[in-house]
């Protein structure tokens, strides 16, 4: 539950210190931005060990894992960031979407820290942080597209300022992340994929095979990944086994290829309808190196600028939370300590009242 208090009736002080934590999927998190725009430290403990065995994230295993990291990362990130605990002025945490257990968990820690230090609580949308990740860089200014691109998520939102977010388009089946992860997993890489795919890509011919670009044509800015995916489990079951180094890289290349032409070309016509100039990528696949060379090459020709964050912004991590955390507790948009975990929630929901 968010308590929304008019902002010209509040006089809520200038949040300094902000201790953000996150715990949506399999990533325990914690960070200390300043003025929601410095991140002084930026903790991120893996779980990705412990999932990698099962091909994908265990729900109940992330919990305890949760639980096990939790006080060992928020310590570190005071201690890596040179403040005491009694210098933090507010606490940002992620609310959802994700995994409920998990989010629990970084979601109970921060209320219990809000309520015995004696202050606000700010409830972060996940992927409000993965957007607004560029800002502890500085850049860009408001109004921008942001193609959000993860494990989870495939969205495009019109983003006109912190809070003010409208959804453009999104995929109707499996997100970018995802379709990674499952085609490395059929070629016998492991999990999470998505890396491994991008490192394989470089050596291989990305005109090799033609998988297909779905929706690429629709005049709509929504997203399908299921069929490449399916396309890549036909071709390779009629190959040889196991596949050789050339084929597997012409294999990852193709794929690579067919992603990055759907990502950026519907990015690109929903930035110039939306007559938007500024286009962010956010989220683990914004790590993707085809991806980001890709904007950078097309984005001269289209008139627009495009801004990734650094890598160690891109995948999950809670500094990225310290820029709304940061707004909303300077405009008194606190969150009591009845506010609850969200598993889904859309990013359009954020601000309004439930
Ligand atoms: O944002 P993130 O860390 O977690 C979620 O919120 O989901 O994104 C994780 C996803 C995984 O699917 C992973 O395979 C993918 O990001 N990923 C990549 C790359 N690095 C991470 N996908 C493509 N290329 C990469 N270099
Ligand atoms: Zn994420």
């Known amino acids: ?177 995802e379709a990674y992860d499952k085609v490395a997993k059929l070629l016998g890489l492991g999990y999470p994929g998505g890396a491994k795919i991008d490192r394989l890509a470089l050596q291989g011919d990305p005109e090799a095979i033609a998988f297909p670009r779905p929706m690429l044509h629709r ?24 596949i050789d180094e050339r084929h597997m890289g012409d294999i990852t290349a193709s794929f690579q290829e067919a992603m990055v032409e759907v990502l950026t070309r519907k990015t690109l016509r929903a930035a110039a309808d939306q007559h938007l100039e500024r286009i962010v990528v956010a989220g683990g696949v914004a790590c993707n190196s085809g991806l980001r060379k890709r904007f950078h090459e097309l984005a001269g020709q289209n008139g627009v600028e495009v801004f990734f964050p650094s890598p160690s912004l891109c995948g999950d991590n809670a500094a990225m939370l310290g820029v709304p955390a940061d707004y909303y507790l300077e405009h008194g948009q606190h969150a009591d300590n009845k506010v609850n975990a969200l598993s889904s929630w859309p990013l359009d929901m954020v601000g309004r009242a439930e």
């Open 1 to 177: 539950m968010i308590c929304q208090r008019p902002a010209a009736s509040v006089q809520s002080p200038v949040i300094m210190l902000v201790l953000c934590i996150e715990s949506s999927c399999d990533e325990t998190a914690a960070a200390v931005v300043r003025d929601g725009r410095e991140a002084l430290s930026n903790v991120v403990a893996s779980q990705v060990d412990v999932h990698a065995r099962y091909g994908g994230v265990v729900p109940e295993l992330a919990s305890r894992k949760h639980v096990e990291a939790i006080s060992v990362v928020i310590n570190s990130a005071l201690e890596e960031a040179g403040v005491a605990l009694e210098q933090i002025e507010g606490i940002g945490v992620t609310r959802g979407p994700g995994l409920v257990g998990a989010l629990l968990v970084g979601l109970s820690t921060a209320k219990a820290m809000a309520w015995s230090l004696d202050i606000p609580l700010a409830a972060v949308h996940h992927m409000e942080g993965h957007i607004l990740a560029p800002l502890l860089e500085g850049t860009p200014e408001f109004p921008f597209l942001a193609l959000a691109v993860s494990g989870g998520h495939t969205h495009l939102y019109r983003v006109d300022g912190i809070g003010q977010y409208r959804t453009i388009g999104q995929t109707l089946d499996d997100a970018a992340g």
């Open 219 to 242: 005049p709509n800015y929504d997203f399908s990944f299921s069929g490449i995916k399916t396309a890549v489990l036909q071709y390779v079951e009629k190959c040889p086994n196991p």
